[in-house]
């Protein structure tokens, strides 16, 4: 029998979405396997009332409610979750992409001695191998885990799961290990979201800036138009190096892959890095004053001109037409 878990993953008591999504796809693929059973990890305290009618299919989800695992601790974490596992006989852990897991599963694999792909996309329940996408999106590749334990990290799909939310799923509360007070990381500095702006791995609409963008200040503009689409604020690598955005919005290769229905590019060239981790977006509206940038061969809708000059037009424009909604 297989044995899937999947790591819920929570930032300030909430249960991100993505995670959520994966917790319906995985639920899907055991529906195809066969034989298969779901189990989720929560660790941190969380309102699990937002989890009703958003998880799909049957199953248990431990929670482990300590406090002091509210923010993230790699030793505490990888322990639970590893722990879990181990209980349960489990074979596959999944987790969604996110900075978070991309820390966490590399540590679980050696702890666990498991296998471990990254960038894994859903397909057609391969029992005994995984596809994802290799050289950029240009191709894809299957690989077949070396260990029968094996680690999961699936990619963002703009293809929801065919499963429909509600099931029967039961919460189980867990203890995690005793804590002491030299194992406690303190907390520096909290970085917080700017509010009412989603996480970009989550966004519906995602309004991003590359090196044409000039500079930090360049990206208030992006900010206030995202606040005004509801969407978030994204950076290609060269504005991420630069400083002007944190590497939480980073998207690309190297950074977060994402699948927005909308998807605005913006003084970002189009380097194939970047293009892999829009694949899987809905509409790319592309503004960049190079009129042979790379980012056109991919755009839906294309404008040429500067941004600077392009974005007030757009916000005005947008602002007008709301007032007359």
């Not at 679980?108 to 792909?117: E, F, G, I, K, P």
Request: proline share 3%; net charge negative.
């Amino acid at each position: 029998m297989n044995k899937f878990l999947v790591f819920l993953e929570q930032r300030e008591g909430v249960v991100k979405k993505n995670s959520i999504s994966t917790w319906n796809r995985v639920q899907e693929l055991a529906a195809l396997r066969g034989n298969s059973v779901v189990s989720g990890i929560l660790v941190g305290p969380a309102e699990i009332r937002q989890l009703d009618g958003a998880m799909a299919g049957n199953g248990m989800i431990y929670h482990a409610k300590e406090e002091r695992l509210r923010l993230y601790s790699q030793e505490y974490y990888a322990g639970v979750v590893a722990d879990t596992f181990k209980r349960e006989d489990c074979t596959d852990l999944f987790f969604a992409d996110t900075v978070m897991s991309r820390d966490l599963a590399p540590r679980l694999s050696v702890r666990l001695q498991a296998s471990l792909l990254n960038g894994c996309i859903t397909s057609d329940a391969e029992v005994d191998g995984v596809s994802r996408p290799v050289y950029s999106g240009s191709f894809l590749a299957s690989f077949i885990p070396k260990r029968y334990q094996r680690i999961f990290i699936l990619s963002s799909d703009a293809q929801l799961s065919s499963c429909s939310a509600g099931g029967n799923i039961d919460f189980i509360d867990v203890e995690p290990r005793s804590f002491s007070i030299k194992d406690i990381v303190p907390v520096v500095r909290q970085i917080v979201m700017r509010e009412g702006m989603p996480d970009v791995s989550e966004a519906r609409i995602i309004v991003a800036g590359g090196r044409g963008m000039g500079g930090a200040e360049g990206f208030t503009l992006l900010e206030q138009l995202a606040l005004l689409l509801g969407g978030a604020v994204g950076a290609s690598r060269t504005a991420v190096d630069e400083g002007w955005r944190p590497h939480a919005e980073q998207i690309g290769q190297t950074g977060k892959t994402v699948a927005p229905a909308l998807y605005f590019a913006c003084g970002i060239s189009g380097a194939v890095q970047h293009l892999a981790g829009i694949g899987s977006a809905g509409i790319v509206v592309a503004i960049n004053c190079d009129r042979h940038a790379p980012i056109f061969d991919v755009a839906d809708y294309g404008l040429t001109g500067d941004v600077h000059i392009v974005l007030p037009k757009l916000l005005d424009s947008l602002k007008e037409f709301l007032k007359t909604q």
